[in-house]
């Protein structure tokens, strides 16, 4: 059985039709002004539509979309409407209702219209210690790790401005180890300290202001020689100036700071977070720990991903090499299918044509250890079937420079999630996908990849641009 109203992919949708066994048609209701897509029509299990009896008033929320329809309310008391000034406002007044009703809470659902509501409803439910569950779980930067990261992120994006610094050490999610042994600084003291520093913003402001004021201490501690309270009170605060001092100078140091053509390494920045993360947010309670751990995984996730070389892997099979002559050699690639020398044209046909480019750089390295002098220097698409009259495309190998740009331009499409559809509509007459693409596709997105605004499919111009 699947469940209904999910369209597939049209792949996914071919695999479970090919499926062996007996179909059980899933039961769905018939909900009134609400058409399914054309796209889930066509993809999504057949499923019986079942028309609900309306019982109660809660029964009538199946006609929001077609409210003309709907029979008139019973007044039952199983449904009630109300409306409040804004999100939050709209959270309490729920939690209101279930603590005024007395319900177990495990016998309660809130069903919520986005995951922003339910991520409001559970920070509510934290701070009133009720124990709750959010079904798509709850995002790692609510928890405590998560909301220091992106402070510790505000603090270094904005020119390390003290006050940043200070927000982040009064937040309550930080708490570092290094400040408590020595000095028994807490973070509200170190944020009153730096205040009382009268730090700017900079690496550079932090080191001059708190050693200025640890001196100021330490002289006023000299002058109270007599007077051991004020002496010892005064010596205290120069010690925790000083700890705190080291504390920022640890954490500075651990942040990159930019080459002369102004970037920093990704994976340099990533591990500085996860080291400061690691050494410096406030675990309270299990979910904090959890986050930690997720949030260190992600940082280390994102270095790979965004490092300053990507990998793409790649897998294929190389046909056939042919030896040219010494140490020249060209790869190659049969195909099946017919061929139309119009589609043939060009090198890389804007990103779809890349066996013989790849094939031949792979070539070029598997050749290395029989023939030091190899050089793979073109490549040839052979079409020997009935179809294909025995033709053959030759492309020269391009240089490796070429190859890279191409597959960067490839990577950065996959990179932005923005596959713009083919602008030629003979593409498609093969195509698995053409049930679930819309008809007019192939027209509209020429017309957006020809209009500049449109930034986010400058990736896929690039990419058409290797012709
Ligand atoms: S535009 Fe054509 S080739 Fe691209 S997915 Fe749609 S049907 Fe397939």
């Known amino acids: 059985m699947e469940l209904p109203d999910t369209p597939w992919s049209p792949l996914v949708r071919s695999f479970l039709d090919a499926l062996p066994g007996t179909r059980v048609r899933p039961q769905a209701l018939e909900l009134d002004g609400l058409p399914l897509p054309a796209r889930a029509a066509r993809l999504a299990a057949f499923v019986d539509r079942v028309a609900a009896r309306t019982t109660t008033d809660a029964g009538l929320l199946r006609f929001l979309q077609s409210p003309r329809s709907a029979p008139k309310p019973r007044k039952d008391d199983s449904l009630d409407v109300f409306h409040a000034g804004g999100r ?16 177990p809470l495990d016998r309660v659902e809130v069903v919520c219209a986005s995951s922003e509501y339910a991520i409001l409803a559970w920070e509510r439910a934290q701070r009133l210690g009720w124990r709750v569950t959010v079904s798509e779980g709850i995002p790692a930067v609510m928890a405590r790790p998560g909301r220091l990261l992106l402070r510790y992120c505000e603090w270094v994006a904005g020119g390390f401005q003290s006050a940043d610094l200070r927000r982040l050490l009064q937040s309550g999610d930080c708490a570092p180890d290094a400040l408590e042994p020595s000095g028994g600084l807490t973070p509200g003291q170190a944020a009153r300290l730096l205040l009382k520093a009268e730090g700017t913003w900079g690496r550079d402001t932090y080191a001059p202001s708190l050693a200025a004021l640890a001196a100021r201490y330490a002289k006023e501690a000299d ?9 010892q009170w005064n010596t205290r605060k120069a010690a925790q100036a000083r700890s705190l001092g080291a504390w920022i100078d640890g954490v500075l140091t651990a942040i990159p700071a930019p080459a002369a053509d102004n970037l920093v390494a990704v994976r340099e920045v ?14 309270a309670s299990g979910l904090d720990a959890l986050a930690a751990v997720a949030l ?5 996730d994102l270095a790979d991903a965004l490092g300053e070389k990507r990998r793409i892997q790649l897998h294929g ?3 056939r090499i042919n030896r040219l002559g010494p140490g020249e050699y060209e790869v190659a690639d049969y195909k099946t299918g017919g061929f139309w020398a119009p589609d043939w044209k060009g090198e890389f046909a804007g990103g779809t044509r890349l066996q013989h480019a790849i094939y031949g ?17 073109g490549a040839r698409y052979l079409f020997p079937a009935v179809k294909g009259r025995g033709r053959h495309k030759s492309i020269p190998a391009p240089p490796k420079g070429k190859l890279v740009e191409v597959l960067g331009d490839l990577a950065d499409v996959m990179g932005t999630g923005v596959f713009a559809s083919a602008d030629d509509a003979d593409k498609c007459t093969w195509c698995e996908f053409a049930p679930a693409c819309h008809p007019d596709a192939v027209d509209e997105v020429s017309e957006k990849l020809e209009n500049p605004d449109n930034t986010v499919l400058e990736p896929c111009r690039r990419l058409r641009r290797h012709v």
Do not use: M, Y
């Open 88 to 103: 939050d406002a709209e959270v309490d007044e729920v939690l209101r209702r279930i603590f005024a009703a007395g319900h």
């Open 223 to 231: 002058r109270f020689e007599d007077s051991a309270g004020e002496h």
């Open 270 to 283: 990533s591990a500085a977070a996860a080291a400061f993360l690691a050494a410096n947010a406030s675990r």
């Open 296 to 300: 260190g995984a992600a940082l280390a």
């Open 317 to 319: 099979q190389i046909d």
């Open 361 to 377: 750089a792979a070539a070029a390295a598997l050749l290395k250890p029989v023939d030091a002098k190899a050089r793979v220097t």
